[in-house]
């Protein structure tokens, strides 16, 4: 007899994300032979239909003030309005979420009877899937409860102490009352069961992913094409890059290398010798980006150490599966670096090793000046599909279902 599956999530198609296309897979690779899949997400007006083949369900933020979400690409000044908004939303109000926190508990317990739910799957951030999670498994003891965490909650950087306090309430009771655990690597996996005393709850690593068939393609541009996609949050930026790229120019003046960055909102200063060798491209749809990427010769990939552990980045998985050469600037010790350097995918350094950084540089231009061909461990990218990451959420279905 098939299971039923509830996946309670703020983040699902068409909202924009790296948590979006999580949650989705989770949806879309379940397996259809042995698992019945429904979604309870945020949307403009309460409606239940089926969307590509799957029981959505979405329910209103009914409040007054509300975060405002990412549907569609929008322009620079727009997007930082947002930004700005939903910061002042999240820091005046004690739950953004809390009016679809009340319309979910007063929906989904007709929903889980009706349809004879057995298992929920819930995932932060925000906290407000949790929420809303935790009420149903008290409501409702004999349902088995996953809780996806795509990212730290009490042990996160630059919460304010009533934040870090309201948190590790929360993930107090999650350790108490969920059956399963998950997160996004294993050093994250680790801290999570290092904050709890539940012997009995289940911890799982199921990483993000890629969402397409790898194509292996031995072409080169007749310019050394470096690219990168997306956008620089918090301390993340191109300016050591752009550094040792420079020294490396001033050093090999005939040179043939052009850096695009795709789709980057925040500003930086390229300097007076490289304008003609950058361009800053505006964003593109998400098959275009995976185009581009496999059209590269080298795909630049930037995170600043910063303490923290477990950190892959969304882009990392489809830079692997791009096969194209990853340039990246990344904790040599963390997760990340470890797997490029497995999978053969790349140079690794330390963003702030600028001297180091042209080094690679040196290597990754002859690599393609000589155009050798690289022997990417395909077998290990391979396992980072959407599809094979998801069979763990399967094993891990079936072992809180039948443990207990």
Same mark, same amino acid.
């Given at each position: 007899?098939?299971?039923?599956?509830?996946?309670?999530?703020?983040?699902?198609?068409?909202?924009?994300?790296?948590?979006?296309?999580?949650?989705?897979?989770?949806?879309?690779?379940?397996?259809?032979?042995?698992?019945?899949?429904?979604?309870?997400?945020?949307?403009?007006?309460?409606?239940?239909?089926?969307?590509?083949?799957?029981?959505?369900?979405?329910?209103?933020?009914?409040?007054?003030?509300?975060?405002?979400?990412?549907?569609?690409?929008?322009?620079?000044?727009?997007?930082?309005?947002?930004?700005?908004?939903?910061?002042?939303?999240?820091?005046?109000?004690?739950?953004?979420?809390?009016?679809?926190?009340?319309?979910?508990?007063?929906?989904?317990?007709?929903?889980?009877?009706?349809?004879?739910?057995?298992?929920?799957?819930?995932?932060?951030?925000?906290?407000?899937?949790?929420?809303?999670?935790?009420?149903?498994?008290?409501?409702?003891?004999?349902?088995?409860?996953?809780?996806?965490?795509?990212?730290?909650?009490?042990?996160?950087?630059?919460?304010?102490?009533?934040?870090?306090?309201?948190?590790?309430?929360?993930?107090?009771?999650?350790?108490?009352? *969920?059956? *399963?655990?998950?997160?996004?690597?294993?050093?994250?996996?680790?801290?999570?069961?290092?904050?709890?005393?539940?012997?009995?709850?289940?911890?799982?690593?199921?990483?993000?992913?890629?969402?397409?068939?790898?194509?292996?393609?031995?072409?080169?541009?007749?310019?050394?094409?470096?690219?990168?996609?997306?956008?620089?949050?918090?301390?993340?930026?191109?300016?050591?890059?752009?550094?040792?790229?420079?020294?490396?120019?001033?050093?090999?003046?005939?040179?043939?290398?052009?850096?695009?960055?795709?789709?980057?909102?925040?500003?930086?200063?390229?300097?007076?010798?490289?304008?003609?060798?950058?361009?800053?491209?505006?964003?593109?749809?998400?098959?275009?980006?995976?185009?581009?990427?496999?059209?590269?010769?080298?795909?630049?990939?930037?995170?600043?150490?910063?303490?923290?552990?477990?950190?892959?980045?969304?882009?990392?998985?489809?830079?692997? *599966?791009?096969?194209?050469?990853?340039?990246?600037?990344?904790?040599?010790?963390?997760?990340?670096?470890?797997?490029?350097?497995?999978?053969?995918?790349?140079?690794?350094?330390?963003?702030?090793?600028?001297?180091?950084?042209?080094?690679?540089?040196?290597?990754?231009?002859?690599?393609?000046?000589?155009?050798?061909?690289?022997?990417?461990?395909?077998?290990?990218?391979?396992?980072?599909?959407?599809?094979?990451?998801?069979?763990?959420?399967?094993?891990?279905?079936?072992?809180?279902?039948?443990?207990?």
């Amino acid at each position: 007899m098939k299971k039923n599956i509830l996946i309670i999530s703020i983040y699902y198609p068409p909202i924009q994300s790296v948590a979006s296309n999580r949650i989705y897979s989770f949806a879309k690779y379940l397996d259809k032979e042995k698992y019945n899949i429904f979604v309870h997400t945020l949307g403009d007006n309460n409606s239940l239909k089926k969307e590509n083949g799957i029981v959505v369900q979405r329910v209103k933020n009914s409040i007054l003030f509300k975060p405002l979400l990412f549907e569609k690409r929008t322009n620079r000044f727009i997007h930082y309005s947002k930004v700005i908004y939903n910061k002042f939303v999240k820091y005046l109000f004690e739950d953004e979420y809390r009016g679809w926190i009340s319309e979910s508990l007063k929906e989904l317990p007709k929903f889980i009877k009706g349809n004879k739910i057995d298992v929920i799957v819930s995932s932060y951030a925000p906290t407000a899937p949790h929420s809303v999670a935790l009420e149903l498994k008290k409501e409702f003891s004999h349902l088995k409860w996953i809780a996806d965490m795509r990212d730290e909650m009490s042990q996160g950087l630059g919460l304010s102490p009533k934040l870090r306090k309201k948190y590790r309430e929360l993930e107090n009771e999650i350790f108490t009352y *969920a059956d *399963a655990l998950t997160s996004v690597s294993k050093p994250l996996v680790d801290e999570f069961k290092s904050l709890s005393s539940n012997q009995n709850i289940i911890f799982c690593e199921i990483r993000n992913g890629y969402d397409f068939e790898l194509e292996e393609r031995e072409s080169y541009n007749d310019i050394f094409t470096i690219t990168y996609v997306g956008n620089f949050y918090g301390e993340r930026n191109p300016n050591n890059f752009l550094k040792a790229l420079h020294n490396f120019m001033q050093q090999n003046t005939k040179s043939k290398i052009f850096v695009q960055f795709i789709g980057v909102k925040t500003h930086f200063e390229i300097p007076e010798l490289l304008k003609d060798k950058v361009d800053i491209i505006p964003p593109v749809n998400h098959s275009e980006a995976i185009e581009i990427m496999k059209k590269s010769d080298a795909l630049l990939l930037i995170h600043p150490s910063n303490g923290r552990e477990g950190v892959f980045t969304g882009k990392l998985f489809e830079y692997l *599966a791009s096969l194209k050469p990853i340039i990246a600037l990344v904790d040599e010790e963390d997760v990340a670096s470890k797997l490029i350097q497995k999978a053969n995918a790349g140079y690794v350094c330390d963003n702030a090793n600028i001297e180091k950084i042209e080094m690679i540089l040196q290597e990754a231009y002859r690599e393609w000046e000589e155009k050798r061909k690289r022997e990417f461990n395909v077998d290990i990218i391979k396992k980072h599909h959407r599809k094979e990451q998801v069979k763990r959420l399967e094993d891990l279905i079936e072992e809180v279902c039948n443990e207990r």
